[in-house]
């Protein structure tokens, strides 16, 4: 299974941007690079994902390497309700998605 | 937005007794899954389901476990004889297409194995 590895936490003032590193030096070609969040006592929920390009959607940005290796989600403004354990994972095809650890967000007023 | 429903949200049962939790994918998802999470711990891959049958699962999902899609709804997740350590949050999780595996997850059941 194609692993990542993230810091296990960080912190952000409210209404600064976040920067949440992942690695992930043994993806594969065919690897979709994903990102949920889980908000306390809440499921998994669907953030971004992106396969070789940046990616922005109304939640995040996605920045990617260019040699795939490494990607960093962005949250442009953090509020409080952004207070999550975030995950990057790699997946794609139908076959398992493996959730690590996570980087655990707090956010302070 | 569809979503993924979850029943039920909590369970409480004795150890040696059968539970089944419930899903409803996405109408149109292709691809079923059960992941779950002990309490402080990390969501955990246990099973997936394609074309009625389970393409893969993990070394949790022993002869204890087992899914089923009795209809075109449901998905169903039955543990036989339940353990303390059984215990966890079970979340059903269904992908659209497998192109990109977008996983879309459920609420949550909440088992207690008393």
């Known amino acids: 299974d194609a692993k990542t590895t993230q810091p296990n936490s960080m912190e952000s003032n409210e209404e600064e941007p976040v920067h949440l590193p992942c690695n992930h030096s043994?993806?594969?070609?065919?690897?979709?690079i994903h990102w949920y969040r889980q908000l306390p006592s809440q499921g998994p929920e669907y953030v971004i994902h992106g396969l070789t390009s940046n990616v922005n959607n109304r939640m995040a940005s996605l920045a990617i390497a260019e040699d795939r290796k490494s990607s960093t989600l962005i949250l442009h403004r953090a509020t409080l309700r952004d207070a999550a354990v975030y995950y990057c994972?790699?997946?794609?095809?139908?076959?398992?998605?493996?959730f690590g650890a996570g980087t655990r967000l707090f956010v302070k007023a | 937005e569809p979503e993924v429903t979850q029943t039920p949200s909590h369970q409480v049962t004795q150890m040696g007794q059968e539970v089944i939790l419930r899903c409803v994918p996405i109408?149109?998802?292709?691809?079923f899954y059960w992941y779950r999470q002990i309490l402080g711990q990390k969501v955990e891959f246990l099973v997936s389901f394609y074309n009625n049958e389970i393409s893969e699962k993990s070394e949790i999902f022993d002869d204890q476990f087992s899914v089923e899609r009795p209809d075109g709804s449901n998905f169903t997740l039955k543990i036989r004889s339940t353990k303390l350590e059984d215990s966890a949050m079970y979340f059903c999780a269904s992908v659209e297409v497998s192109g990109a595996n977008v996983l879309t997850f459920g609420a949550g059941s909440r088992l207690t194995v008393l």
């Open positions: 043994t993806i594969s070609g065919t690897d979709y």
């Open positions: 109408s149109n998802h292709l691809y």
């Open positions: 994972t790699l997946g794609g095809g139908g076959f398992k998605t493996i």
